[in-house]
């Protein structure tokens, strides 16, 4: 069965950095490549980020362009999302979601991390 | 990018149907033909309900169908359930990144 779990979530300052991670399991890891999709409250999901299946290649939202590293660990399964300079609308549930294939959507989702950022 | 408008919310009572649109603009809806549908419980992951603007994985329910007409896609549900008492978000591949829709509320009454 396929599983996303992330974790890392918490309450931060603004200004301040978190790292989230998703552990996967459940399918080839290194197959896929993974997103980072937001969503704050009352509002709709924005995409974040993506990585390709090698982590060579990366792509962020302008919103969070030059604060925001994506990467992988495939060894470990794992997906990490480095946060900086966090800003209080950067407060949301962050999910991890795996795109299937070569396609353009998202297959399979985590529960999401919820960050908040205040002070 | 700006989100993809969604109603907030729509309503019918058991066995009617209901249609969810999504409208975006030509450089997103309207130039791909990539537009997702998500269903979320509350406290659940999003679920993938349909691909491709109109394609059910497998599993889904043939109650749910999907379209699209220019830069509009919409979601159908047709023979509404309790279950289908969710939240509804649609997406589409917009040359590099994902957009999303702002999200509806489906209620069941």
């Known amino acids: 069965e396929v599983q996303l779990v992330e974790s890392g979530g918490g309450l931060i300052q603004p200004g301040g950095s978190l790292t989230l991670s998703c552990a996967a399991s459940?399918?080839?890891?290194?197959?896929?490549?993974m997103h980072w999709v937001r969503h704050a409250p009352g509002k709709g999901l924005v995409w974040v980020s993506r990585?390709?299946?090698?982590?060579?290649?990366?792509t962020y939202a302008d919103s969070v362009k030059g604060r925001f590293t994506i990467s992988r660990d495939n060894a470990k399964n794992t997906l990490y999302l480095q946060m900086h300079s966090l800003r209080a609308e950067d407060t949301a549930m962050y999910y991890c979601a795996r795109r299937w294939g070569i396609s353009y959507f998202f297959d399979y989702w985590g529960l999401g991390t919820l960050v908040t950022v205040s002070s | 990018q700006s989100a993809l408008t969604q109603p907030a919310s729509v309503s019918g009572s058991p066995g009617q149907s209901v249609t969810i649109s999504c409208t975006g603009t030509s450089s997103d809806v309207g130039n791909y033909n990539y537009v997702s549908w998500y269903q979320q419980h509350p406290g659940k992951a999003p679920k993938l309900i349909i691909y491709?603007?109109?394609n059910r994985p497998s599993g889904v329910s043939n109650r749910f169908s999907g379209s699209k007409s220019g830069n509009t896609a919409s979601l159908t549900i047709s023979g509404l359930q309790a279950e289908d008492e969710a939240d509804y978000f649609c997406?589409?591949?917009?040359?590099?990144?994902?957009?999303f829709g702002t999200g509806t509320t489906v209620a069941v009454l």
């Open positions: 491709d603007v109109s």
């Open positions: 997406s589409s591949y917009a040359s590099d990144s994902y957009v």
């Open positions: 990585i390709n299946r090698d982590g060579s290649t990366t």
């Open positions: 459940g399918f080839t890891f290194s197959s896929y490549w």
